[in-house]
């Protein structure tokens, strides 16, 4: 009995250690999402410092022996919900800012549905990649305080896109910037970028709700926080250094939107179902394509399209520049099928044109064979300006070319502006011993033009008093000289003016007030057309 016994007891524990091993691994694989974490760097055993490897050669298990109740089964997340709050790693935070924040939010129930429903075309991508980068999955819920998940918004400071993005910003992280496209605004683009720079921003601070205030406010701010409070002997962490409001309120709406998410019962929030599957594929585009034509192709809606494809703002896809297009994960293969079987014509209806020296907006029109309203709407042309020699223009696409746009263009196209020089007729008294010469001078013209103005010969001597005509540059607007936002450049160009060859004066605007030199011997007579001083627009 004692053998009987002793042998029952061995076999216990033979049984008990394996047990233990198969809980080991079966923790170390549990959901795709788990493996993504991991980075592919193998299977771990729990509470271990090196694996345990199986001596012998293995058999498969009778049915009757899986009965182990240290064996736990996980289950994958059931929906992008479950597998967010899964990947919540940040440490919370607790003060009456983030209470605030959650009424705020709690109160707004149509406000988180439009949000929620908003991010489930991007969510899935954001998530694989925080898990792919071992990141806490809360920084996906980031787009909604940044942007509310609209890819297109743009805010008053000129940060654009889902994250956000400064234009200096977003050129530092790679993201094109071009009359073409907008990769602040792209879904994929942005997306990288962000967690770049998130990801510097923990390396440099070892915090992350100070990397989140670094993100909002700057690491050059941040870093000159810590160190005040460094200075005063005080505590640097998120909740004691001194910041705006704006930031100080930011990490708490995250916060805020991380408790609704975790716990949304509690908040009477009803987040709709984001299954936990990706929504859009990458397809590679071949040929420079409408846009219009290709969610034709696809078969989806014009709007649908657009908000997987935010950053392409023209409505012409190049495919030197914009290599690859999102669609929605069932009609890549449809769009696909189609784009290969048509035959309806060209693919692209509009082209882009290097502007090959500065001339004016009707000019171009002409050349481009369109109107000129048209040429300024497309290309977000402003009044009053000369378009700059090396400008991109989008113009229609003839029948005669043959060539997509060419990589260079596709990645360097711009579109600059100058001031167009207008002019209005002004009369000026003529000093003493003042001549056609000191005219010109004095008012950075041509001799020959003030002559012909004035119907004198060149080497003319004018009579103290006498009132000598000119033609002297109307200021552009304020409106005029900021341009497009694109590369536009407010410098004047050389003197010369437009009808400057006859006595006609191009005007803009009765009434505008022309300034020029002061002089205590000359007196500026501004002629008047009729009608009140047209008001600046502002």
Same mark, same amino acid.
């Given at each position: 009995m ?8 061995? +076999?216990?524990?033979v049984?008990?250690?394996?047990? +233990?091993t198969?809980?080991?691994s079966? @923790?170390?694989?549990?959901?795709p999402s788990?493996?993504s974490q991991a980075?592919?760097?193998g299977?771990?055993?729990?509470g271990?410092?090196t ?8 058999t ?10 240290? =064996? ?11 597998? $967010?709050?899964r +990947?919540f ?6 003060n009456d800012?983030?209470r ?8 707004r ?32 819920l980031?787009?909604y305080i ?16 889902m ?5 200096? @910003? +977003?050129?530092?992280?790679?993201l094109?910037?071009?009359?073409f496209?907008?990769?602040?605004r ?5 997306t990288r970028?962000a ?7 923990y390396?440099?601070?070892g915090?992350w709700?100070?990397? !989140? ?6 690491e050059?701010? =941040?870093?000159?926080? $810590?160190?005040k ?12 250094? @001194?910041?705006?409001a ?13 408790n ?5 019962? %509690? ?19 071949t040929?420079?394509l409408d ?8 078969d989806?809606?014009?709007e ?5 494809n935010?950053? %392409?703002h023209?409505p ?8 690859q $297009? ?11 099928r189609?784009?290969? %079987? ?6 692209a ?11 004016t ?7 481009s064979g369109?109107?000129?309203?048209d040429?300024?709407s497309?290309?977000n042309?402003?009044p009053r300006? !000369?378009?700059?020699?090396g400008?991109?223009l989008?113009?229609?696409?003839g029948?005669?070319?043959k060539?997509?746009?060419?990589? =260079?263009v596709?990645?360097?196209?711009h579109?600059?502006?100058q001031?167009? $020089? ?8 003529a000093g ?12 950075n ?6 002559a ?5 010969k ?11 005509? =000119?033609y002297?540059?109307?200021?552009? @607007?304020p409106a005029a000289?900021a341009?497009?936002?694109i590369? %536009?450049?407010s410098h004047a160009?050389?003197?010369?003016h437009r009808g400057?060859?006859s006595?006609?004066?191009v005007?803009?605007?009765a009434?505008?007030v ?5 002089s205590?011997?000359?007196?500026v ?5 009729g009608g ?7």
């Amino acid at each position: 009995m004692k053998l009987i016994a002793a042998t029952c007891l061995a +076999g216990s524990l033979v049984l008990a250690g394996c047990a +233990g091993t198969n809980n080991s691994s079966s @923790t170390s694989s549990s959901s795709p999402s788990s493996s993504s974490q991991a980075g592919g760097t193998g299977s771990k055993v729990a509470g271990s410092a090196t694996p345990v490897y199986p001596r012998d050669a293995l058999t498969p298990l009778a049915s009757g022996q899986a009965h182990s109740q240290s =064996v736990v089964t996980l289950a994958p997340p059931a929906d992008m919900w479950d597998r $967010i709050r899964r +990947g919540f790693k940040m440490p919370d935070l607790d003060n009456d800012l983030v209470r605030d924040r959650e009424q705020w939010y709690a109160s707004r129930p149509d406000y988180i549905q439009r949000m929620t429903e908003r991010s489930n075309k991007y969510i899935f991508h954001i998530v694989e990649e925080l898990e792919r980068r071992n990141m806490p999955t809360e920084l996906a819920l980031l787009p909604y305080i940044e942007s509310a998940f609209n890819p297109q918004a743009i805010s008053s400071a000129r940060a654009a896109g889902m994250w956000q993005f400064m234009p200096a @910003t +977003g050129n530092d992280f790679d993201l094109k910037q071009n009359i073409f496209r907008d990769d602040r605004r792209d879904v994929v683009a942005s997306t990288r970028a962000a967690l770049d720079y998130l990801q510097k921003l923990y390396g440099m601070f070892g915090d992350w709700q100070l990397a !989140l205030a670094a993100y909002n406010w700057g690491e050059g701010s =941040v870093s000159r926080a $810590i160190a005040k409070n460094q200075r005063l002997g005080l505590p640097t962490t998120y909740s004691d250094l @001194t910041m705006p409001a704006e930031t100080r309120m930011y990490v708490p709406k995250l916060q805020a939107v991380k408790n609704i998410v975790a716990n949304p019962q %509690a908040f009477n929030a009803d987040l709709p179902l984001i299954p936990n599957h990706p929504y859009f594929q990458t397809v590679t585009l071949t040929r420079d394509l409408d846009v219009e034509l290709a969610a034709k192709l696809a078969d989806v809606r014009i709007e649908d399209f657009r908000a997987l494809n935010p950053a %392409a703002h023209k409505p012409v896809l190049i495919a030197a520049g914009t290599p690859q $297009i999102l669609l929605p994960w069932d009609n890549a293969a449809v769009f696909q099928r189609n784009f290969d %079987a048509y035959s309806q014509g060209q693919y692209a209806s509009w082209t882009a044109w290097v502007v090959p020296n500065t001339m004016t907006v009707a000019d171009a029109a002409q050349r481009s064979g369109m109107s000129e309203n048209d040429l300024r709407s497309i290309n977000n042309i402003p009044p009053r300006m !000369l378009i700059k020699a090396g400008s991109t223009l989008i113009v229609p696409r003839g029948s005669r070319v043959k060539e997509d746009v060419a990589a =260079v263009v596709a990645d360097s196209g711009h579109l600059s502006f100058q001031p167009e $020089i207008v002019t209005r007729r002004t009369t000026v008294k003529a000093g003493r011993a003042d001549n056609v010469a000191s005219i010109a001078r004095r008012y950075n013209l041509k001799p020959s033009a003030v002559a012909e103005w004035n119907d004198v010969k060149p080497n003319h001597a004018f009579k103290r008093g006498y009132s000598v005509v =000119v033609y002297l540059p109307v200021r552009a @607007t304020p409106a005029a000289r900021a341009g497009t936002g694109i590369r %536009a450049t407010s410098h004047a160009a050389a003197p010369t003016h437009r009808g400057a060859s006859s006595k006609t004066a191009v005007s803009r605007g009765a009434g505008s007030v022309v300034k020029v030199p002061a002089s205590s011997k000359q007196q500026v007579v501004r002629e008047k057309r009729g009608g009140a001083p047209a008001k600046k627009k502002r």
